[in-house]
T-cell receptor, first 112, second 114 residues
Framework: QKEVEQDPGPLSVPEGAIVSLNCTYS??????FMWYRQYSRKGPELLMY????GNKEDGRFTAQVDKSSKYISLFIRDSQPSDSATYLC????????????FGGGTRLMVKP | GAGVSQSPSNKVTEKGKDVELRCDPI?????LYWYRQSLGQGLEFLIY????????KSGLPSDRFSAERTGGSVSTLTIQRTQQEDSAVYLC????????????FGPGTRLLVL
C-alpha cells in the first residue's frame, strides 16, 4: 500500500463546476500538506500549502486537512478549462528533512 | 528572475550506457532536490542537498544512481549502466532553505532507455 493514495482519474467536469480532489494517507506523523498543479510536460507548481488540520482559501481554491481521518481535499470553484491539469497532493514530516511524499496525481479535464 | 532549469529536456539512450542530468537551481536557493516521476506514478524522492552538508541519499533506488552539487549551485544526477526501468521524468526542485515548504520545480528531463 502506498503512503499517499490519490485517485488517478481522469476527472472530467463541465466549465463552472465545483471540483473536489482528494488524498488519503497512512502516516499520522505528516504535518505539512500541499497541492501542486502540473501541466503537461511541465514541472509541478505549488498551489496550496496547509500546516496541520484546518482549511485554507485562496481565490477559487480551498484546501482542507482532516488529520483525524488522514484525508485532505482540494476544492476548485467555478472551474475553468485552464484548470485542466494533473493535481498532485504532497506532504511531509515535521522535522529537518524536507523531502515530500507525493500522491500519484489526479488528472482533471474541464470542458468548455 | 529565472526559475529552475534542467538539461537536457529529453534524453534517449541505450541500455547499459551512462547518462548525466543537469539542474540549475534558482539563484540563492540553498536546498536542492531530485525526484523521479514514472508514468502513472507520483513523484518519488531521490536525494536532497542543503548547503555544504552531506546530502540525504536515502531515496536513491540503487548504487547506479549518484548525484553531486558543485559550489552549492549546479547539480548533476548520474545514472550508470542505465536500465529500461530507469525511463522516467527526472525533476529537480530548489528552495530558499531546508525548512521552506515551497519547492520550485524545473521542467524535468525525460529519459528514455531503449
Amino acid at each position: 500500500q502506498k503512503e499517499v493514495e490519490q485517485d488517478p482519474g481522469p476527472l472530467s467536469v463541465p466549465e463552472g463546476a465545483i471540483v473536489s480532489l482528494n488524498c488519503t494517507y497512512s502516516n499520522s506523523a505528516f504535518q505539512y500538506f500541499m497541492w501542486y498543479r502540473q501541466y503537461s510536460r511541465k514541472g509541478p507548481e505549488l498551489l496550496m500549502y496547509t500546516y496541520s488540520s484546518g482549511n485554507k482559501e485562496d481565490g477559487r481554491f480551498t484546501a482542507q486537512v482532516d488529520k483525524s481521518s488522514k484525508y485532505i481535499s482540494l476544492f476548485i470553484r467555478d472551474s475553468q478549462p485552464s484548470d485542466s491539469a494533473t493535481y498532485l497532493c504532497a506532504m511531509r514530516l515535521n522535522n529537518a528533512g524536507n523531502m515530500l511524499t507525493f500522491g500519484g496525481g489526479t488528472r482533471l479535464m474541464v470542458k468548455p | 528572475g529565472a526559475g529552475v532549469s534542467q538539461s537536457p529536456s529529453n534524453k534517449v539512450t541505450e541500455k547499459g550506457k551512462d547518462v548525466e542530468l543537469r539542474c540549475d537551481p534558482i539563484s540563492g536557493h540553498t536546498a536542492l532536490y531530485w525526484y523521479r516521476q514514472s508514468l502513472g506514478q507520483g513523484l518519488e524522492f531521490l536525494i536532497y542537498f542543503q548547503g555544504n552538508s552531506a546530502p540525504d541519499k536515502s531515496g536513491l533506488p540503487s548504487d547506479r544512481f549518484s548525484a553531486e552539487r558543485t559550489g552549492g549551485s549546479v547539480s548533476t544526477l548520474t545514472i550508470q549502466r542505465t536500465q529500461q526501468e530507469d525511463s522516467a521524468v527526472y525533476l529537480c526542485a530548489s528552495s530558499f532553505r531546508l525548512a521552506q515548504e515551497t519547492q520550485y520545480f524545473g521542467p524535468g528531463t525525460r529519459l528514455l532507455v531503449l
